[in-house]
Structure formats: structure tokens, C-alpha cells
């Protein structure tokens, strides 16, 4: 341990200084911390209606963040260079000259390949079979490895590491937004199932009579508990976007009537989801983001009624559903411990760019 905590200092990725006396007898260990400020990897969340990119320190200090909305509807992989280049311009233009960048980690709504870089689906962006990392490197202009995941996946990783689950070795994990995705931590591992696609909770058959969804079926949990449908309960358009969520919210924060009762309707469609989830993979602890965090406590009535109905009383005592503490930054998080876990994985070869 002492010669990799020397190389690490050596490459300037942690600090050793030593620690005060403890009044213990023997000479008390070094502390050693990371080099947050200066060694960094790239974070890109890609969302139907938003793309957000962060540089996060070693440590997972979230250093830069810059988003926008897409300049185009549910663009093409080409359409989302420009807004790209733009955003990563902004965030190295911020960093101290020289930072190390280690890598780049991606979260996508979609169905990622187990090699990590291709997307085999995203229906709610509209794309099939798509290679990422070659799109965002020439994109951002910077040559360093890209790794790429479902962001819900991502969601989960960041929320057991750094969030609402911590030292939490089961967790499912459910975000909502136009889509609805889901990751679960088993023993304290990603679950990637055997495909690679495991967690598309958004497409569990939850109403027969359902609504037809973008991945070609029908009646999928999403139909129920997506932004379209909370938007259309609450007398929004369905694609009113977040301008239109961000009212909703503050209208139930005032205690409005309809959107009170919109909420009371999603949050026991959530609840009818999650208690089938929760009986079969007994994950603990679940942790709702994103949308579902935002609204929780309008929710949390009709849900915890429906779970209180439906999950198996063993497995119910001992499961917790919180809301995020990481809030939006979920997937984002999650995405710079991807590429932080690919560069340390060999420390004292990790490669970097120097900004």
C-alpha cells in the first residue's frame, strides 16, 4: 500500500501530509487525500431535452458545470457536436492551466453494449446502433479514453457511492423524466443482466389497457409514471418540457388543487410499479431521482399506499424508499465515477491530457 500511495504522489494525484497526534501510543499514519483541483475527468450527461458537461475532480468534487438545452428536438448523434464543443469549451476555459484530465464518462438514456461504448438503443432520442466515443472526442477535441453507461446505471453507482445509499450494498435505483430507467447495486456490483441491458424498468408491463410507448410496445411503466403523463394528468401539454415541470412544481408547492391530484394519481402508479420490483429484487433500499426526488413528498402518500398493499410484509420492513440527496446531478456524478473507476483501475499507468 505505501509504494502505491508513493507513486500516486508522485504523479501529483494525492497529497500525504501527517497526521496531528492522537494521544495514542506509536506514531500516527499519514493522511492522504486526493488532488481534487488540478486532476479531473470530464462528466456528460445526454438527455432527451438537455446535455450537461462537468469536470469532477479526483474524489468526486464536482469542480465546473455547464448545461444547456438542445439546440434541436431529440438530435441526431451529428446535431449534438456543436452544443458539445461549446460546453466543453466553457468548462476547460475554467480550469487552471495543466489540469490532468483522466477520462471522459457518458450517461445516456439508453441501452449501452457491454462495450461500453455503443448505444444498441435510446427510443426516447431516437437512436439505434450508435458508437459514441468517437462522436464525443472529435466533438470536444480532446484525444483521452471514453467510457460510456445507461444513465440510470449511473444513477445508482453515484447514489450507493457518494448519495442517499452509501455503504448500501442493494440498491434499486429509479429515475424519472420523459423516460424512466432504472440501475440496481447487488452485493454491492452493478447489475448488467446478460446482455448488458439489465434495469430498463421504464418498459415493465404495468396496464394492459396502457398507452403506446416509443419502444414499440404498450402499457410499459413509463406510459404511467414519465413526464409526458404527469404533464397530461396535471393539464400541461405532453411536451411542455421542463419550463412547464418547473410551474408544476411550484403550483404544488402552493397547494394547487389539480396538480395536488395529478400527483396523488402518479405516485400510486409509481407505488403499483415499484411494490412488483421490490418483491423480486429485494434491494433494500430504494432511491427515487431526478423528477420522482423533486415532487417525492407529493408523491410519497399514494405511493407508500400502494407499496403498503403490495410488497410482501418481510421484504417491506426491511426496505427504505428515499429520494435522492444527490438531486439532478445523479447520472453526472455517476458518469465521472465511471471514468474515474476505467483510470484507476491502473493507477500508475492511468493516461492524461494536459488542458
Known amino acids: 500500500m505505501g509504494a502505491l500511495v508513493n507513486e500516486l504522489h508522485e504523479r501529483d494525484l494525492v497529497d500525504e ?50 448545461r444547456r438545452d438542445w439546440a434541436t428536438a431529440r438530435p441526431t448523434p451529428d446535431q449534438i457536436q456543436s452544443d458539445l464543443a461549446e460546453l466543453t469549451g466553457e468548462i476547460v476555459e475554467s480550469l487552471p492551466s495543466g489540469t490532468a484530465l483522466f477520462g471522459i464518462g457518458v450517461a445516456v438514456p439508453g441501452l449501452v453494449q457491454r462495450d461500453g461504448a455503443t448505444i444498441a438503443i435510446a427510443p426516447n432520442l431516437g437512436w439505434t446502433n450508435v458508437c459514441l466515443p468517437p462522436i464525443i472526442t472529435q466533438a470536444m ?16 453507482l453515484a447514489e450507493s457511492r457518494r448519495g442517499a445509499a452509501q455503504r448500501r450494498s442493494n440498491v434499486l435505483y429509479v429515475s424519472g423524466e420523459i423516460g424512466v430507467g432504472g440501475g440496481m447495486i447487488s452485493s454491492g456490483t452493478l447489475v448488467g443482466g446478460a446482455t448488458g441491458f439489465a434495469g430498463e424498468i421504464g418498459h415493465l408491463p404495468v396496464n394492459p389497457d396502457g398507452e403506446p410507448c416509443h419502444c414499440g410496445a404498450s402499457g410499459c411503466f413509463e406510459t404511467e409514471i414519465g413526464e409526458p403523463r404527469l404533464l397530461r394528468r396535471a393539464g400541461y401539454p405532453a411536451d411542455g418540457g421542463r419550463p412547464a415541470i418547473d410551474d408544476l412544481v411550484r403550483r404544488a408547492a402552493d397547494g394547487d388543487a389539480a396538480v395536488l391530484a395529478a400527483l396523488a394519481e402518479h405516485g400510486r402508479w409509481l407505488g403499483y410499479g415499484l411494490s412488483g420490483l421490490i418483491n423480486v429484487l429485494d434491494p433494500g433500499i430504494v432511491v427515487l431521482g431526478a423528477l420522482f426526488a423533486r415532487v417525492h413528498r407529493h408523491l410519497e402518500p399514494t405511493m407508500r399506499a400502494e407499496l403498503d398493499r403490495r410488497v410482501i410484509s418481510a421484504i417491506a420492513n426491511e426496505t427504505r424508499v428515499v429520494a435522492s440527496t444527490l438531486g439532478s446531478h445523479s447520472s453526472l456524478l455517476g458518469a465521472a465515477e465511471l471514468a474515474w473507476d476505467r483510470a484507476l483501475a491502473d493507477p500508475t499507468e492511468a493516461p492524461a491530457v494536459r488542458l
Not at 29 to 42: C, E, F, G, I, W
Not at 43 to 54: R, S
Not at 146 to 154: D, I, M
Open 17 to 66: 501530509v501527517q497526521a496531528p497526534p492522537s494521544g495514542a501510543p506509536g506514531r500516527p499514519s499519514p493522511v492522504v487525500t486526493p488532488r481534487a483541483d488540478h486532476n479531473v475527468v470530464l462528466a456528460v450527461e445526454l438527455l432527451v431535452d438537455t446535455v450537461t458537461v462537468a469536470a469532477v475532480g479526483l474524489g468526486g468534487t464536482r469542480l465546473r458545470t455547464s
Open 141 to 156: 477535441g480532446i484525444d483521452a479514453p471514453v467510457s460510456v453507461q445507461n444513465e440510470a446505471n449511473l444513477g445508482a
